[in-house]
C-alpha cells in the first residue's frame, strides 16, 4: 500500500469570551477543531496545536447592583484572540483511487410473483 495521509502547517484565527481568563482560551481552542473543518473537504486525521500567539486580550469590567441600588459587585469579561499555528494531519480524497464495482440494490427487496408472470407470458 503506498502512504495515504499528508502533514500540512496552517495558521488559524480563534476568538473566544468568557467570564473568567481560562474559559475565554478555551473557549477560543475548542473552535479550531471546526474551523480546520469547513475549510478543508479532506478527512482530518488529527489537529495537533504547535504555537499559540496572543493577538489580543481584553478584560471589561462593569459593577452590577441589585434592584439598581443594592450589594454592588464587579463582574468582568474576558475576550481573547489568538493566532493558532496547528500541524494538520489528513487524507487527501483527490488522491485515493477508488475501484467502482456494480452490485444489485442490497436494501431492495425481490418481488417473488414478477418473475413467474414473466416466464408465463415468454411460454405462451
Given amino acids: 500500500m503506498e502512504q ?3 502533514k500540512k502547517k496552517q495558521v488559524i484565527q480563534v476568538e473566544g469570551t468568557g ?8 473557549n477560543a481552542l ?9 475549510e478543508k473537504d479532506d478527512v482530518i486525521v488529527r489537529i495537533e496545536p ?11 469590567t462593569y459593577t452590577e447592583r441589585f434592584l439598581f441600588f443594592f450589594l454592588p459587585r464587579i463582574r ?11 500541524e494538520i494531519t489528513l487524507i487527501e480524497m483527490d488522491t485515493v483511487a477508488f475501484i467502482e464495482k456494480k ?5 431492495g427487496l425481490p418481488l417473488p410473483f414478477g418473475k413467474r408472470k414473466r416466464i408465463q407470458k415468454e411460454a405462451n
Avoid: G
Avoid at 504547535?50 to 471589561?60: G, P
Avoid at 452490485?103 to 436494501?107: C, E, F, I, S
Fill in 76 to 86: 468582568a469579561d474576558y475576550r481573547v484572540v489568538l493566532d493558532v499555528t496547528v
Fill in 19 to 26: 467570564k473568567e481568563k481560562n474559559l475565554a482560551f478555551a
Fill in 30 to 38: 475548542n473552535q479550531i477543531h471546526n474551523r480546520v473543518l469547513k
Fill in 4 to 6: 495515504v495521509t499528508l
Fill in 103 to 107: 452490485v444489485t440494490d442490497p436494501n
Fill in 50 to 60: 504547535l504555537d499559540i500567539q496572543i493577538v489580543k486580550a481584553d478584560q471589561e
